[in-house]
């Protein structure tokens, strides 16, 4: 299975992605200001379409073929896209506050740490629906990791709820576009994919 292996930061900094955005919480000491000539429109949406790929840690082919997914539902394909990566297990447990990034809660999908309503779970691309509950599995609570995250205070975005006490949480609706808060401009996407 192939990885990206490269820095994280020098990648956010190349695409013009804001590290936290990636859970990360460092600051770059680089000038951002410094920008070299001028982006064709394809150099656009290539940009847009890598930081989304990014963003969510997903290579080429599963990205493409999410894509193809995307175009296949009713509305905007952009939206569609984005809402489909929302609802990854992998983004979900990131977004719940179990990992601290998503390459870690992606790692702790794949180790069958959750269970996703009741049953082992440990597929990071799975989508996941309304209603769905996913909690840690009792032999991964005593571990540290889980351990730390009963003190700590958890935002999480409105479409989710989640029970520290237990360790679980629920979909409560589907996301909507204006749920994703990354900085990212979906019809470029579709516009690459369009040509």
């Known amino acids: 299975m192939a990885r990206n292996r490269e820095p994280v930061l020098k990648r956010a900094r190349a695409l013009g992605i804001e590290p936290q955005y990636m859970g990360i919480n460092k600051q770059s000491k680089r000038n951002p200001q410094q920008r070299?000539?001028?982006?064709?429109?394809?150099?656009?949406?290539?940009n847009e379409k890598q930081k989304v790929k990014f963003l969510y840690g997903?290579?080429?082919?599963?990205?493409?073929?999410t894509f193809i997914k995307a175009t296949k539902r009713k509305g905007s394909a952009g939206a569609?896209?984005?809402?489909?990566l929302e609802s990854r297990f992998?983004?979900?447990?990131?977004?719940?506050?179990?990992?601290?990034?998503r390459?870690?809660?992606?790692?702790l999908v794949n180790h069958g740490h959750f269970l996703l309503n009741g049953n082992k779970a440990n597929i990071p691309s799975m989508e996941l629906k309304e209603g769905d509950v996913i909690s840690v599995r009792e032999k991964s609570k005593s571990s540290p990791k889980f351990k730390e995250l009963k003190d700590?205070?958890?935002?999480?975005?409105?479409?989710?709820?989640?029970?520290l006490e237990k360790l679980e949480g629920k979909?409560?609706?589907?996301?909507?576009?204006?749920?994703?808060d990354?900085?990212?401009?979906?019809?470029?996407?579709?516009?690459f994919y369009s040509k």
Do not use: C
């Open 152 to 163: 700590m205070m958890i935002t999480t975005p409105q479409w989710l709820s989640i029970d």
């Open 36 to 46: 070299r000539k001028k982006k064709s429109e394809y150099g656009i949406q290539l």
């Open 58 to 65: 997903l290579q080429e082919t599963q990205f493409k073929n």
């Open 171 to 180: 979909i409560l609706t589907t996301p909507t576009r204006e749920d994703v």
């Open 182 to 191: 990354l900085p990212v401009e979906e019809r470029f996407i579709v516009e």
């Open 103 to 107: 390459r870690e809660a992606r790692q």
């Open 80 to 84: 569609n896209l984005l809402i489909m």
């Open 90 to 101: 992998d983004n979900i447990v990131f977004r719940m506050g179990f990992a601290a990034t």
